[in-house]
């Protein structure tokens, strides 16, 4: 009996362990986009239809599921789609660009504004923003949130359930605060 209780006692502090490190990630991030930053980052685009932009980031699994979405479906013929990826050029950018996706790089979240990913930001042809925030789970991802901004639906920005890509919001976020730690242990 005793052997059980410390089985126990070592799974329930290895299971606590794991999701202090990982729940950086699964946890769902309000993560705002300040729109100020985006507007200038967006600035001079001339629009005629509306622009769906969706930002992804290097080193995030939920991005790699959301890109591999994106690429089993062709852009919306009636919008402009942008993917904006936070990182390095992989081989699945070219399968996007030749799906018709327009395809940007960052360097650094910084240079974005985003704070999490995966993002959704939504322009009408106004130049407005109508819709700023994450995605809906699959297998709607996007598709229930742009039929609300096309029929001019209220339409709520969801938190983003992906990963944290800024350092600021790192540093708040006690799983990643955990990770840094680990390699001086």
Not at 19 to 26: D, I, K, N, S, V
Not at 88 to 116: C, I, Q, T
Not at 125 to 134: C, K, N, P
């Amino acid at each position: 009996m005793l052997h059980q209780g410390k089985t126990f006692a070592w799974l329930s502090a290895v299971g606590v362990l794991i999701t202090c490190l990982t729940g950086g990630l699964l946890v769902a991030f309000h993560a705002p986009l300040r729109n100020d930053v985006k507007t200038g980052w967006l600035e001079g685009e001339k629009l005629s239809t509306q622009s769906i932009y969706h930002f992804a980031s290097d080193d995030c699994r939920c991005s790699e599921r959301l890109l591999a979405y994106l690429s089993a479906r062709a852009p919306r013929p009636q919008a402009s789609e942008v993917i904006v990826y936070i990182g390095k050029r992989k081989p699945v950018h070219a399968m996007l660009e030749a799906r018709g996706y327009e395809v940007r790089f960052e360097d650094s979240p910084a240079s974005s504004g985003v704070e999490a990913a995966p993002w959704l930001l939504v322009r009408d042809s106004s130049g407005r923003i109508t819709y700023s925030g994450g995605y809906e789970p699959a297998p709607y991802w996007e598709a229930r949130i742009l039929f609300n901004v096309d029929h001019r639906t209220l339409q709520a920005s969801l938190p983003s359930t992906g990963c944290v890509t800024s350092r600021a919001l790192r540093a708040e976020t006690p799983a990643y605060r955990l990770k840094g730690l680990l390699p001086q242990l």
